[in-house]
Every structure is written in structure tokens, then in C-alpha cells.
């Protein structure tokens, strides 16, 4: 090994997967992190990063389900667009003008559930590989399964 790179201690969840390995070790933080993961729901877990939010476009004078528009009454011509994920039912909103519904750069508010969210902190000792990891153990053999 050269000289010249440091020696990580390796920090592991108690069933054996590596958190992000330059975290200091939290041994209280580890354990709210691998509680966290382990009773995320199937299906946060399988939106995690990946949400299915209705399209923006009206269909026969109506908002897709999931979507809706008010309008601001603080700010006139202003609208906040409400969208809620088909699968997991997390909202996004945001607030436009006529001219700029669609817009590069655009922030999104989330109303995180309960539960959603990692432990502050976590991002230090769970990897997006480690979520991934997670899917492929929860759901890999059912979809294997299913392949025709
Ligand atoms: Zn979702």
C-alpha cells in the first residue's frame, strides 16, 4: 500500500453491509440509519430518488389525477402546481406564472412523510449503492421470478 494514503477504519450496519467509509464512526447514528433503511416501505424504497409524478399537460379540460393548480392569492398571475407521485403518494409543489409553468433549474417544496427521510446525518453511512443494495435484496428475487 503507498505510504501516503490513510487507512479508513471500515464501519459496518450489525448484518455485515459497509456504511460510507471516510463517516467517523456514531455508533448511536449507525443504528438509527440501519433501523431506518430495514423498515423503510417497499414502496418509499422503490421511489427513493425516483418518483412518478403526473405529467403537466390538461386532457379533455381536466389536470392528469394528481395534479392541481391554485392560484396564489398573495400574488396575483402567481400559481402554486401540486403533484403527487402515482406509487408513493409523496406531493411536490411549486409556485410559477403562466409564462414559466415549464422552466430549466426548477425547485421543487416536498412534503417529506414520516418515515421518508433518512436520519440527519445518515448521508454519512448510507450510500446510494447501499439503497440499491436494499432493492436488489427485497426485490430482485420476486422480479427474477416474474421474467418470462
Ligand atoms: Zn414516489
Known amino acids: 500500500m503507498p505510504a501516503n494514503l490513510a487507512v479508513v477504519p471500515e464501519v459496518r450496519f450489525s448484518d455485515g453491509r459497509n456504511t460510507a467509509e471516510a463517516a467517523p464512526a456514531d455508533p448511536q447514528l449507525i443504528k438509527e440509519c440501519e433501523a431506518w433503511l430495514n423498515g423503510l416501505s417497499d414502496e418509499f424504497l422503490a421511489c427513493y430518488r ?14 392528469p389525477k394528481g395534479v392541481s393548480a391554485k392560484p396564489v392569492p398573495e400574488v396575483r398571475g402567481h400559481f402554486q402546481i401540486w403533484q403527487r407521485c402515482r406509487d408513493c403518494g409523496i406531493k411536490r409543489w411549486y409556485t410559477c406564472t403562466a409564462r414559466d409553468i415549464f422552466a430549466v433549474d426548477r425547485r421543487y417544496e416536498y412534503e417529506w412523510p414520516d418515515g421518508y427521510n433518512m436520519p440527519r446525518g445518515g448521508a454519512s453511512y448510507i450510500t446510494w ?3 440499491l443494495d436494499e432493492r436488489n435484496r427485497r426485490f430482485a428475487e420476486a422480479l427474477i421470478g416474474l421474467a418470462a
Do not use: Q, R, S, T
Not at 425516483?50 to 386532457?59: G, I, R, W
Open 129 to 131: 449503492g447501499m439503497i
Open 50 to 63: 425516483n418518483h412518478n409524478f403526473p405529467k403537466l399537460y390538461a386532457k379533455n379540460g381536466k389536470f
